[in-house]
């Protein structure tokens, strides 16, 4: 089927029982969907009605008949789904055999202008004598609406003549900024004359507070190292003997969230206090860089099913012993500088995993290695 383009259109159609395709089926709710052009189905704008005897009707809007191919799918309980495909046309036989003015004129004015390529076939001298003024013209309410805002030109009553002075304005401008931006690429830049007379801003140091700046920072205003005047060194100096300042190790955890902090190699167990009853549990110890990493790019996995790597030496007290061998932690300071990782002990009872602690694991570099 052929339907003209975007224009509203009224679709009928059978619905044929389910249960028996011989037999056409009533009194039903049908979902209509529209694809447009190999589109996405959509539900339709408009419901779709009943007729009687199986008949149905379904009015399309001119937005759903806004493609050259419409796909319609009609579905509803109880009945077979009915899927109808049509392609549209600009325009039908009947707008061209369509006598009227104004069909005619738009004909006229399509293209570029048809009136113009008539007259242009006519004789020479076919037109002399032609005064246009003596031509009797009947405007349309419409016409002359048209004519009046082709003169005022926008809505707020402006002329076409003020439109035209306004335009030559924005022009003036236009070329001012021509002149203080230049083409870099596919973009435009400031011109460096634009910039010289840029304003300061409020952002801008002061030279007597850029010195103070650069006394402050110890900076002698080269590429070369800093002075050593100014205060930043001294704060440096003292953060580089606070990284060395002795840390206390924690080998004991009673706290959700507590730091484990231990030197590298050592094997002295942890001691966790959980204080809740861990008869039956199983628990699992787990060591990574990032808590996004995956459980197989763990550093350290320990599990109370070996005792020399989880003990629980009370189980009615929630108390056990992780312990960690000498090669658990020999390889995580390549560099030899401290480094914090992330650990958590899951439990795991009566088929319910729970995580009862969960911190940073601080290792520190030892003098002595293993």
């Known amino acids: 089927m052929t339907f003209k383009k975007n224009a509203q259109r009224q679709i009928v159609f059978v619905m044929i029982d389910s249960a028996d395709t011989k037999n056409v089926k009533t009194g039903l709710t049908v979902t209509a969907q529209a694809s447009k052009d190999g589109g ?16 149905y009707k379904l009015t399309l809007t001119a937005d759903e008949m806004n493609a050259d191919a419409v796909a319609l799918k009609l579905t509803a309980t109880g009945a077979v789904q009915q899927n109808l495909v049509f392609y549209t046309v ?20 399509a293209d570029g202008g048809k009136l113009d390529a008539i007259c242009d076939k006519l004789p020479s001298g076919s037109l002399s004598g032609f005064n246009p003024a003596s031509q009797d013209v009947n405007l349309s309410d419409t016409d002359l609406a048209d004519l009046k805002d082709s003169i005022k030109g926008t809505p707020n009553g402006r002329t076409v ?28 830049r400031f ?18 507070e850029k010195a103070q700046i650069r006394q402050a920072l110890g900076l002698s205003g080269t590429t070369g190292q800093t002075t050593g005047d100014g205060n930043l060194d001294d704060v440096l100096a003292r953060l580089t003997a606070l990284l060395g300042h002795p840390v206390v190790v924690q080998t004991s955890v009673a706290v959700v969230g507590q730091e484990i902090v231990r030197y590298r190699g050592d ?25 996004t990493d995956p459980q197989s790019a763990a550093l350290i996995t320990k599990s109370s099913q070996q005792a020399s790597e989880i003990e629980i030496t009370d189980a009615a007290e ?7 061998a000498a090669d ?18 899951e439990m795991t009872l009566s088929s319910q995993v729970e995580t009862l602690f969960a911190g940073a694991l601080i290792l520190l570099p030892d003098v002595t290695t293993p």
């Open 90 to 109: 600009t325009k039908l036989a009947s707008d061209l055999n369509d006598p009227s003015a104004s069909a005619i004129r738009t004909e006229l004015e």
């Open 267 to 291: 094997t002295a167990p942890t001691a966790f206090d959980a204080g809740r009853d861990l008869t039956g549990a199983a628990l699992r110890f787990t060591v990574k860089r990032r808590a």
């Open 318 to 324: 929630g108390r056990f012993l992780v312990k960690l």
């Open 161 to 188: 003549k003020e439109a035209y002075e306004k335009a030559d304005a924005a022009k003036g401008v236009a070329d001012k900024l021509n002149t203080a931006m230049e083409a870099d690429g596919a973009v435009y």
């Open 191 to 208: 011109t460096q004359n634009a910039l010289e007379q840029a304003p300061l801003g409020q952002g801008n140091w002061t030279t007597d």
């Open 40 to 55: 996405a189905f959509a539900n339709a704008t408009n419901a779709v009605a009943e007729i009687g005897g199986g008949f």
């Open 328 to 345: 658990d932690t020999t390889g995580l300071l390549p560099n030899g500088r401290r480094a914090a990782f992330l650990y958590d002990v």
